[in-house]
C-alpha cells in the first residue's frame, strides 16, 4: 500500500477520470461563457460569432431590468442568510436536545431538501393561489382577515417575499444537519466545563456552540450566498415572467430568457459571467468577515 501510495504514475491515473470530468463539464463551459460573452450570436450554426468587446457588459449596466434582477437577487440574499443559517442551526440545537423521536424529526424537516424543485414549487403554488381557493387566503379568510388575502406571487410587494419563504423552507433542514453534524462532534466533556463555568440557557449557545460551531455556519453562509445569487429553477416555476413590473426577477432568469427566448446568447454569457464574478467576490468578503471570528478548537 506504501509503494502504490508513493507511486506518482497510479495516483495521476485515479485522478484522471475525475480531473477530465470536471475539466469537460466545469472549467471548459466556465471558458466558453467567458469566451461567448465578448461576442454576440443568435444560437444558430450557420451564423458566425460577431466579437463585440465588452458591448454586452455595458448594455447590461445600462439595462434596468438587469439592475432590478441584481437589486433583487441582493435582497434575496440577505434575507435568505439572515432566515436559512440561523433557523437551520436553531433547529439543530433543538433537535439534539431531543432524547425521544429525534430521528423522526431530523428526517420531517429535511425532507423538503429532498423533494424535487417542481413538486415543492407546485405545493407553495397551492398555498399561494391568489383565489380563495389558495390554502392562505382560505385560512386567512376563516380566521377573520379577509382583508390580509390577496394575490401573493402577483402583488409586487409580496411576491419576492413569497418566493424567499419557499426557499427557506425547501433549505432549512439542510443547515440543521450540518448543525447537528457539528454537534454531535464536540465531545461531553467540553460541554459540562462549560456548565461548570455557568454557560447555560442563552449563554451556552453564544460562548459554547456558536464558537465551536463557526467553521459550519461559515460553511452554510457560503453555501446560501453561492446558491442563491444563481438561483433559478423557484423562481421561473412560481413567476415565469418574472413577476409583476419584474419584481421577482433574478440574473439566472433574466440569463435564460436573452439566450433561449430571445437568442441572444451573448448577453446571457454575460450575465452568466456576472453572477460567476459576484458569486466568487461575495464568498471571498464573507469569508474574510467571518475568519476575523476564529472557532474553538477542541
Same mark, same amino acid.
Not at 452554510?220 to 421577482?248: A, E, Q, R, W
Given at each position: ?15 484522471f477520470?475525475?480531473?477530465?470530468i ?7 463551459? /466556465?471558458?466558453?461563457t467567458?469566451y ?10 450557420? /451564423?458566425?460569432?460577431?466579437? /463585440?468587446?465588452l458591448?454586452?457588459?455595458?448594455n ?12 433583487n437577487?441582493f435582497?434575496?440574499?440577505?434575507a435568505? /442568510? ?5 433557523l437551520?442551526?436553531a ?7 431531543f ?15 429532498i ?8 405545493l ?12 392562505l ?13 390577496r394575490?401573493w406571487l402577483?402583488?409586487?410587494? %409580496? ?12 433549505s ?7 448543525c447537528l453534524a ?14 461548570m463555568?455557568g ?16 467553521d ?19 423562481v421561473?416555476?412560481l %413567476? ?6 419584474n419584481?421577482t ?17 451573448? %448577453?446571457?454569457s454575460?450575465?452568466a %459571467? ?11 468578503i464573507?469569508l474574510?468577515l ?7 478548537e477542541y
Amino acid at each position: 500500500m506504501e509503494k502504490i501510495r508513493k507511486n506518482k504514475k497510479i495516483i495521476c491515473i485515479f485522478l484522471f477520470p475525475a480531473f477530465f470530468i470536471y475539466l469537460c463539464f466545469e472549467v471548459i463551459p /466556465v471558458l466558453m461563457t467567458i469566451y461567448f460573452s465578448f461576442h454576440e450570436w443568435p444560437g444558430i450554426q450557420s /451564423v458566425p460569432l460577431e466579437f /463585440v468587446g465588452l458591448d454586452n457588459f455595458v448594455n447590461l449596466f445600462r439595462n434596468e431590468i438587469f439592475l432590478k434582477s441584481l437589486k433583487n437577487v441582493f435582497l434575496y440574499v440577505i434575507a435568505s /442568510v439572515i432566515l436559512q443559517v440561523p433557523l437551520g442551526f436553531a433547529l439543530g440545537l433543538l433537535v439534539h436536545k431531543f432524547t425521544h423521536f429525534k430521528r423522526f424529526f431530523k428526517a420531517s424537516f429535511f425532507i423538503p431538501m429532498i423533494l424535487s424543485v417542481t413538486a415543492v414549487a407546485l405545493l407553495w403554488n397551492f398555498i399561494y393561489f391568489p383565489t380563495d381557493k389558495g390554502i392562505l387566503n382560505t385560512l386567512l379568510i376563516h380566521a377573520g382577515l379577509p382583508d390580509l388575502a390577496r394575490q401573493w406571487l402577483v402583488d409586487p410587494e %409580496t411576491s419576492l417575499p413569497a418566493l424567499i419563504i419557499v426557499s427557506t423552507w425547501t433549505s432549512v433542514g439542510y443547515y440543521m444537519i450540518i448543525c447537528l453534524a457539528g454537534l454531535t462532534a464536540i465531545p461531553d466533556s467540553v460541554i459540562e466545563a462549560g456548565e461548570m463555568d455557568g454557560a447555560t440557557g442563552i449563554r451556552k449557545v453564544w460562548y459554547l456552540y456558536i464558537p465551536m460551531l463557526w467553521d459550519s455556519v461559515k460553511m452554510s453562509v457560503i453555501m446560501v450566498i453561492t446558491g442563491v445569487l444563481k438561483i433559478f429553477d423557484t423562481v421561473y416555476i412560481l %413567476t415565469p415572467s418574472g413577476g409583476t413590473d419584474n419584481s421577482t426577477i433574478v440574473p439566472a432568469l433574466l440569463m435564460y430568457n436573452e439566450s433561449y427566448r430571445y437568442g441572444h446568447y451573448g %448577453t446571457g454569457s454575460a450575465i452568466a %459571467t456576472i453572477i460567476f464574478i459576484l458569486s466568487a467576490l461575495v464568498s471571498v468578503i464573507s469569508l474574510r468577515l467571518m475568519n476575523k471570528r476564529e472557532s474553538i478548537e477542541y
